[in-house]
Structures are given as C-alpha cells and as structure tokens.
C-alpha cells in the first residue's frame, strides 16, 4: 500500500482488498475528504497488474458501516457545493461498478443515507443481525445524493424503493434480507469471515470471466435485451482467444484445478 489515508482503513490479504471506513466517533459518516479517499484507495486495489479480485467494504467501530453523508459538513452547503459533494459520490460509486474485481459490502451496522449508497454499488451485499438499512434524506429536506433514488428502485422495484424512500424508516437484517435488500444475514462475528470467503472463492475463477460477466450485467441493465444478448455472445467469443479460457478448459479434462494469469 502506497497512499496513506485519514479517513480509511485499506487493507490487502492477498487477492482481497478491504476498505474500511474509518470515522468511528462519527459512526463513520461520509465527508468530502473520505469519499476523495475512496476513490483513491478502490483505484490503488482494483486498478493495475496486481489488481485484488475483490474488495469487501466494511465500517470501522462497533455500531456503524456508514451511518450516512456527514450532516454537520453538509449543513452550511450552498447549491453548487452541494452539487459538489454529490458528484464526489457518484465518481466513486460509478467507480465501483466499472472496477473489474467484485465489490462486496459487508454492512456491520447502521447503513444509512449515502452509507446504503456505497453498499448499493457493490456486486454483493451481506449484512449482520444489527444492521439498521435506511434511506433517511427525506428527514433532512433531502434526496439521496450518491445514486440511491436510481439503484434501490432497480434493486427492489419501484414501490419497495418508494416505501423507503418516502418514509425514511430505517429496517432491521431479518427485513432487508426478506426484501432482497442484502443476501444474507450474518451473526456479528462472522460477517467479515464470511465475506472473505465469498471474495476467496471468486478469487479463483476466472479473472476475465469475472471482469467480463460484471460488465455484461451492469450495461446489459441499461440497454435493450436484444443489444445485451449480442454483448453478451460477442464476449463469449472475444474470452476464447485467452489463455485463461484455454487453461480453464484443460484443467477440467486433467481435473485438477486451475491456474489463471488474467491473459
Ligand atoms: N453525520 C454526522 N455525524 C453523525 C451522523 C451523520 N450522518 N450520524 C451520526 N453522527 C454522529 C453524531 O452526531 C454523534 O456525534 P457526537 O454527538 O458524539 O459528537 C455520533 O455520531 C454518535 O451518534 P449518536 O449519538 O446519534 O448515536 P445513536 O446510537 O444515539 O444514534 C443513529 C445512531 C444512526 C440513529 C443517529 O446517529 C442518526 O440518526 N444519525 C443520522 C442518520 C442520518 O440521517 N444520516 C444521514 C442520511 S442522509 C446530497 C448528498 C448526499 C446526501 C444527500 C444529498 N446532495 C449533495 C444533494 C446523503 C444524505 C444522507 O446520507
């Protein structure tokens, strides 16, 4: 790790990145500076020869993953610093969903406002029995500024999304996960476990298949399925001229497992 960050915790444990957000007194609220950090430190794990295969985002502290944008730094904001901070957001954001490697949010508390944001920008969301899901804005005059009036509709649907979006109320684990909010629900102890092997098993497939079939779902969402499919049988093609697909194959006939090297 180059960087040195003030506002996060950036680990590396091999093909793993966890990015840990770290204003703890603040239940880890999201301010300027931290969402500048972020995008530095998913790029210096994702980007690269030696790019991670997946990076879990997680909250430093006991109570918090990110109990949403820092609302003492937001409160003075005029309409263009507003604009701002909101972009600032959405680079992120945008970030993780064009990164190659799986992005898995490991939500171990309250995730509100633009906390729930981030995780809905990850590939996976895994959660524990206390978290606390929410999209707060309209508590404080607001919408949500980092993607969240777009993503949780395309997640959940319309008026699941609506429901949470108009009335602000926050949701336990056993909620969430009956909505489709998050995948599973995790005693405390073992969220972070949990999504490290999640993140290890994705580690040993494929990495272009990984990269490929992350951006086939994320712009196949946004065109006609016509377009998608032929997206998608083009990449199918274009992966059998790579070594990987020719070691995947071999690998199978020898059965042994095998050993990919992203070209
Ligand atoms: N911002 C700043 N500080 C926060 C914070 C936040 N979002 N959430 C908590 N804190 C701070 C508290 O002020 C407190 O600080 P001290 O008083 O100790 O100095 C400390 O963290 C501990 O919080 P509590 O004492 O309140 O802890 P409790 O366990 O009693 O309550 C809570 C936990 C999560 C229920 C409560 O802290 C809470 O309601 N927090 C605020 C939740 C919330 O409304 N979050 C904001 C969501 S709205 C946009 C850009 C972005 C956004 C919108 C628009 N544009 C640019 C247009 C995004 C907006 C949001 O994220």
Known sequence: MT???????????GPIGIISFNRPKALNALNAMMLRELTLALRELGEG???VRAIILTGSGEKAFVAG??????APMGAWAGREFSQLGHIATALMEALPC???AAINGFALGGGLEMALACDLIYCSENARLGQPEVNLGVVP????????????????AKELL??????????AH???????VLPKDQLLAHCKNVAQKIATKGPLAIARVKQLVEHGADVPLRDANHQE??????????????????????????TFTRK
Do not use: H, N, W
């Open 145 to 160: 500024g980092f993607g969240g009036s777009q993503r949780l509709p395309r997640l959940l649907g319309k008026m699941r």
């Open 178 to 184: 009956e909505i489709g909010l998050v995948l599973d």
């Open 3 to 13: 960087a040195t960050y003030e506002t996060l915790l950036v680990e590396r444990e």
């Open 233 to 258: 049988c083009d990449t199918f093609g274009l992966l059998f001229d790579t070594d990987d697909r020719r070691e995947g194959m071999r690998a199978f006939v020898e059965k042994r497992p095998a």
């Open 49 to 51: 020869a030696d790019a």
């Open 166 to 175: 108009f009335t602000g109320d926050m949701i336990d684990a056993k909620k």
């Open 102 to 104: 799986a992005m898995i």
């Open 69 to 74: 944008a820092d609302i003492a730094e937001m």
